[in-house]
């Protein structure tokens, strides 16, 4: 029986400082997407008065524009859909994402891409994002908001 134990223990140790050694790993790949493909990792860029989201610029007016050779977006999340309906870009430019919602939170998650923010009343969600191919994508709310949820989608046109 004491031999048992010794030998339970030292195989332990040894698990113990395996799965010690892999979480480091997971840290090391995790710092590695942080600094070198982190682009849709979505940041805060400011507050906003929810009571006036829908009334005061740049929200009231959704829309995409060029600015320079990019694009900006600027996003109302809204129960249940997505202004403008339809965003449309081109492949290879970037696209940066000015999101927010005039009523309660949502989510802003593009199919096919790792384009996943959370999209809170009173803070605007920026991100960035290149779309490497062309296509339609869905755009699907992945936060609970109300009766109208399952069927709160919008859209990316992403052009040649
Ligand atoms: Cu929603």
Redesign the pocket.
Known sequence: MQDNHKVIEAYERGWLIFGLAMILVFIGVIAYTVLNRGETISRGAGQIDVATVRTTSPFANPRVEQVGGEYVAYVQ????GYLPAEIKVKKGVKVTFYITSPD????FYVEGTNINPQIIPGEVTKLEYVFKKAGTYRIV?N????I??AQ?FGKIVVEE
């Not at 999340?77 to 249940?80: K, V």
């Not at 309660?104 to 989510?107: E, I, L």
């Not at 936060?143 to 109300?146: A, H, I, L, P």
Request: hydrophobic share 40%.
């Open positions: 999340a809204f129960a249940f309660v939170q949502h989510g709310c936060e609970y908001c109300g109208g949820h709160m």
